[in-house]
């Protein structure tokens, strides 16, 4: 069986992939491994040989459509999110790197690791494969005898301790979790602006009666009082029209008001009183359905800037992204694949359609143009050197290259007629399979090198040193980051995942949440999380070679 599994690499993934699924969707007093049981899979199965393994190109491929994908999702709220607090997280997890850094220095007085192979535990530890990249570079720079033994010492170091970076945030999570009790769609909830999880929408007909009001357009009152709510159908005199900017209520209008509660009551309190009559009801003139964005032309365009009520008669209430229903606004950006609820006159309902696409197969296709050229910028940028100081010299590689460049095009939306962004369905299925492609192929290419490297001499502390270093720094990050920065645990797992700049972290991460906040916080901070363990790891190396 395994010289069969060797000769066929694509049989194997998918063995791999099945299996991990299976046992994946295990749960245990509630709590499952999720997409990350794929990469332990692979640990068991890559542990009988040597030979079975994946080719490099599914990992990168997987790797790079996996992080592309995040990016293009996260984009928008990345940016968002950065002018607001971004600066204080990115100081949190970069402090809690150099905390890791002190421990490994601790280990090594300890456990008298070699600073070769305490350099390759700290890449190890926090998963990161230019960190050793960097290591492995400075020890050939600083050539003498012996160069392949000592080149072989981190990354001894570094195959004991990488399974351990994977499973300690992961174990970190499911514990912190628990003794938090989180209520991961409550914690999204504090992230309202970036629409992550689904919103109490309802709606009240107000009679007009406050003095204050009518002598104000609609526009005008929303930009005074600021109700984030959405103003429908108004009725005057018998007669309903829809309410717009310029409306301007009299005493005594109908008026229907779209919104979360809070928000609803409020601005009723302020425009009159609640009756029981429904606007919404009355069909005769004004219709409403849910419509699929996949027009182009519209996508990626705020829904003020296409003057629905001046065109078509038209206003939207609601969108629907995935799973997750918001309020609309003016400046809600609309994206392919949203569904959006549209309030119009029913004899202009068909070009409404037409207007926004409506259909269903487009959303099925991914437009390869942008999708490959956003891919090859991101790839191109990912081989870029780029200088540091001490003659250091990295590359963002097939990770860090996509991630940006996509966080860029998913702020952008568009350039003129290419559309960056892909439907919501799309995107996840990309995401999916390159997540399971690199889970699989770092499993199975670990597996035997984990096993046989653990059995060789001072195997067993360097592994006790990785398991220190992988499950404390996460655990104290959890607890200072939700207790004491008072980050949402949704997205603060996401900085975690990227503070170990993990995927599978990440992926197990989105199973737990079941929403976009971990994405959020892995994109805020990977930048800086890559580069930072690239320059430490080599630091860590010359402190202890000098301290020797």
Known sequence: MIAFLVKNPLLLLFVTAALGYAIGRIRIKGASLGVAAVLFVGLFIGSFSPDLKIPDFAFTFGLAVFVYTIGLSSGAGFFASFTRKGLRDNIFIFTMLL???????????????????????????LTNTPALGGVLDAIR????????????????????????????PIFAILIMSRVFRINYRKEAARLKAFNLVEQEIYNVTVRVGASGVTSTTLH?????????????????????????????????????????????????????????????????????RRIFVSHGDVVGRKIGDLKLPEKYDAIITRVRRGDVDFLANANTVLELGDRVRVVA?????????????????????????????????????????????????????????????????????????????????????????GLI??????????????????????????????????????????????????????????????MHTQPAVLGFANEQSEDEAPNLGWSLVFPLATISKIILAQLLLSILSRAG
């Not at 850094?101 to 700290?122: E, H, I, Q, Y």
């Not at 160069?147 to 351990?164: I, N, R």
């Not at 600021?226 to 009725?235: A, C």
């Not at 040193?465 to 996401?494: C, D, N, Q, R």
Request: zero cysteines.
């Open 99 to 125: 905390l890791a850094f002190g421990m490994v220095l601790l280990s090594a007085g300890w456990f008298g690791l070699k600073p070769t192979v305490a350099a390759g535990v700290f890449a190890g530890s």
């Open 141 to 168: 720079n600083a050539a003498g005898a012996n160069l392949e033994s000592v080149l072989a010492e981190p990354v001894v170091g570094y195959s004991v301790t990488y399974p351990l970076g994977v499973l300690g």
């Open 220 to 288: 005008e009152f929303t930009a005074s009082q600021r109700p984030n709510v959405v103003f429908g159908r108004f009725e005057r005199n018998g007669v309903i029209s829809l309410a717009d900017g310029s409306t301007r209520l009299q005493p005594g209008d109908l008026v229907s008001i779209v919104g979360g509660p809070e928000d609803v009551d409020a601005a009723a309190a302020l425009l009159g009183t609640v009756v029981d009559e429904h606007l919404d009801f009355d069909r005769s003139n004004y219709d409403f």
């Open 345 to 433: 006159a029913r004899g202009r309902m068909k070009e409404v359609s037409e207007f926004f696409g409506d259909s269903y197969k487009d959303l099925s296709e991914v437009d390869l143009l942008s999708f490959g050229l956003g891919m090859s910028l991101g790839l191109l940028l990912g081989l870029v050197p780029i200088p540091l100081p001490g003659g250091v010299t990295i590359t963002l590689g097939s990770a860090g290259g996509p991630l940006l460049v996509a966080l860029v095009l998913g702020a952008l939306r568009r350039t003129g007629p290419i559309v960056w962004t892909m439907p919501y369905s799309a995107n996840l299925t990309l995401r999916q399979l």
């Open 437 to 498: 492609m690199l889970l699989a192929t770092v499993g199975l290419k670990s597996g035997y090198t984990f096993l046989s490297t653990f059995t060789q001499s001072g195997g067993v502390v360097i592994f006790l040193a990785g398991a220190i270093i992988s499950t404390a720094t996460p655990l104290l990050a959890l607890f200072v980051g939700y207790k004491l920065l008072k980050i949402p645990f949704g997205m603060l797992t996401g900085m975690v995942a990227s």
